[in-house]
Structures are given as structure tokens and as C-alpha cells.
Nanobody, 112 residues
């Protein structure tokens, strides 16, 4: 199971930190991902982190603004989002590709 938290309303240029708590599988053994779904669009990949946390990749649209991280002891995945723009408004999902597990998502709204 994956449970996201940390979404909310933020002004353009602001920051948010999303968290995802994992249970039911050996979290530390597998890469993890964040996705997002903008209103009326397909779900899109945002970022991936390796099982150890040593390696990360980002979509071009968030590179340099978002930072993915994980705490394998706490079984938590995070996404630090800085310099947010209205184009980042979306529902953000945590994903465990090994078992194709998805969280329910957390809404992020960037608006003045």
C-alpha cells in the first residue's frame, strides 16, 4: 500500500513537500517513482529514484526544481517541489513499479 500526503494550495514560486508512506512490501529493495496527472491529461512520469537512493532521474519539465528522496528506514518516499508554477497543478501519485502499486494521489494546486 502507498499513501501520499503533503499536497495543498501554494502560490506561484512557492514550495511543497510530498510524502509517500509504503507498506506491504520490502520498500528498500525497489526503485520508486512519482507521477502526476494534470486536469484532462494523461498521467505523466515525474521522477524515479533507485532502491538505495543514490540515483535519480527527472522529467525535463521538473528538472532542477523538484528533488526526489527516500528514507528506507521510515519506508518513506518524498518529493520536494520548489519554484512551483501553475503548470504544476495536478494530482501527484506515488508508484511502486515492481508490484505496480499506486497510491490514491494528493492534489497540488498552484494559484495566486
Amino acid at each position: 500500500q502507498l499513501v501520499e500526503s503533503g499536497g495543498g494550495l501554494v502560490q506561484p514560486g512557492g514550495s511543497l513537500r510530498l510524502s509517500c508512506l509504503a507498506s506491504g512490501f520490502t520498500f528498500s529493495n525497489y526503485p520508486m517513482r512519482w507521477y502526476r496527472q494534470l486536469l484532462g491529461k494523461e498521467r505523466e512520469w515525474v521522477s524515479t529514484i533507485s532502491d538505495s537512493g543514490d540515483f535519480a532521474r527527472y522529467a525535463d519539465s521538473v528538472e532542477g526544481r523538484f528533488t526526489i528522496a527516500r528514507d528506507n528506514v521510515k519506508r518513506t518516499l518524498s518529493l520536494q517541489m520548489d519554484s512551483l508554477s501553475v503548470n504544476d497543478t495536478a494530482v501527484y501519485y506515488c508508484h511502486a513499479p515492481v508490484h505496480d502499486i499506486w497510491g490514491r494521489g494528493t492534489q497540488v494546486t498552484v494559484s495566486s
